[in-house]
């Protein structure tokens, strides 16, 4: 392209150039149209605490939020959601808050992110299930327990004692004392 014509559209586009003889809109003549942002982008910051600065008590330092709840929803709250949208159990409710909103110490943010999802999507699919098992909350949230078993992948069969992942390995449930 040649540098005066370039240089015209590099006007044009900046704004510094307007209309050139004739009326607004008729052929041959440029009608200045500003330079807009399209409405449907935005500029998301990640924003991911340090530790509990709003004094609300339900982070423990070192961890960060692993859902999209707001920060300052308690995890009594986050356990009636959970309840209230039917996929979670009341028996697994509370250790499934407790799951999102503490980072076990030993575990990297991405191991614990993933296991939040894995596990998600077990209470989606198998929570009934398990409950009836008699499946308790050490047993999936624990240590040790299903979350860190799966290591991204779902559960495609489940049983008393045993769950089988997509790949075929089987998480065997560790029984103490009563069921």
């Not at 586009?13 to 935005?42: D, I, N």
Request: hydrophobic share 40%.
């Amino acid at each position: 392209m040649r540098p005066d014509v370039m240089a015209e559209l590099r006007a044009i586009m900046r704004g510094e150039r307007v209309g050139m003889g004739g009326t607004a809109g008729t052929p041959g003549t440029l009608t200045l149209v500003p330079a807009q942002k399209c409405p449907s982008l935005r500029v998301f910051r990640v924003f991911r605490p340090e530790y509990d600065t709003a004094g609300n008590g339900h982070f423990e330092p070192g961890t960060s939020p692993a859902c999209t709840l707001p920060l300052n929803i308690t995890e009594a709250e986050r356990a009636a959601i959970a309840i209230e949208l039917g996929r979670v159990p009341p028996a697994y409710a509370d250790s499934w808050a407790a799951f999102q909103t503490r980072k076990p110490g030993p575990v990297s943010e991405a191991e614990w992110f993933r296991a939040v999802d894995d596990i998600g999507r077990f209470l989606d699919e198998w929570a009934r299930l398990a409950l009836d098992f008699g499946w308790r909350p050490p047993d999936i949230f624990g240590p040790g327990g299903l979350a860190w078993f799966c290591a991204g992948e779902r559960v495609r069969a489940l049983g008393p004692d045993n769950a089988i992942t997509a790949s075929g390995r089987i998480f065997a449930r560790q029984r103490s004392g009563s069921a």
